[in-house]
């Protein structure tokens, strides 16, 4: 009959024990979360109004251009341009092409971009001129690039236009791929 007490003893004491460790693991943790720092709230956007920006490549530029406004995202990967002009699309640090666009997309890592709205390029240096009118574009600044997914109209100075279903343009080359046209064509 004496083991009994002892033994429930020692149950009341390992009871009480693990009683008193919970109540103090739960008062330590909440005494270490009370003189935390809240989370730093999330950087908005920042917004650049009137300036200009440029892709480079090692040791030539890419591409730049004039702008209203860039918006950017927080760690400044992407940035949104508004209202593009004066864009210049180098080759071999000459200027190639000549951009305006409503909006640009900038990839700044790899100085890749997207161009939509309202969107026109020239040739610059070359005869004969050309201008290309479209929608959209895609400039891939490894390759060197430029497409033109959406249909396209083609200036030449010529009596009319042509119209293509897309193009693209090699800057390095001076290749132009056109697919689905459609108008008068004068081969010099």
Do not use: C
Request: charged share 20%; hydrophobic share 45%.
């Amino acid at each position: 009959m004496g083991g009994r007490p002892t033994s429930l003893r020692l149950r009341t004491a390992l009871w009480i024990a693990a009683f008193a460790l919970t109540a103090f693991l739960a008062a330590g943790i909440y005494l270490a979360g009370r003189n935390e720092l809240p989370a730093p709230p999330a950087n908005p956007a920042v917004v650049f109004r009137q300036g200009s920006a440029n892709g480079r490549r090692i040791s030539f530029p890419s591409w730049s251009a004039n702008y209203d406004r860039i918006v950017t995202n927080q760690d400044q990967t992407v940035l949104n341009v508004d209202g593009v002009r004066d864009g210049l699309i180098y080759k071999k640090g000459k200027p190639y092409l000549r951009v305006s666009a409503a909006h640009f997309t900038v990839d700044t890592l790899s100085h890749d971009f997207a161009a939509a709205g309202r969107l026109r390029v020239e040739t610059v240096g070359t005869e004969p001129k050309r201008s290309f009118e479209t929608t959209s574009a895609v400039w891939s600044d490894a390759t060197q690039i430029l497409t033109m997914a959406q249909p396209v109209r083609i200036d030449t100075g010529a009596d009319a236009p042509l119209y293509v279903a897309s193009l693209s343009i090699n800057v390095r080359t001076g290749d132009i791929v056109l697919h689905k046209i459609a108008g008068p064509i004068r081969l010099k």
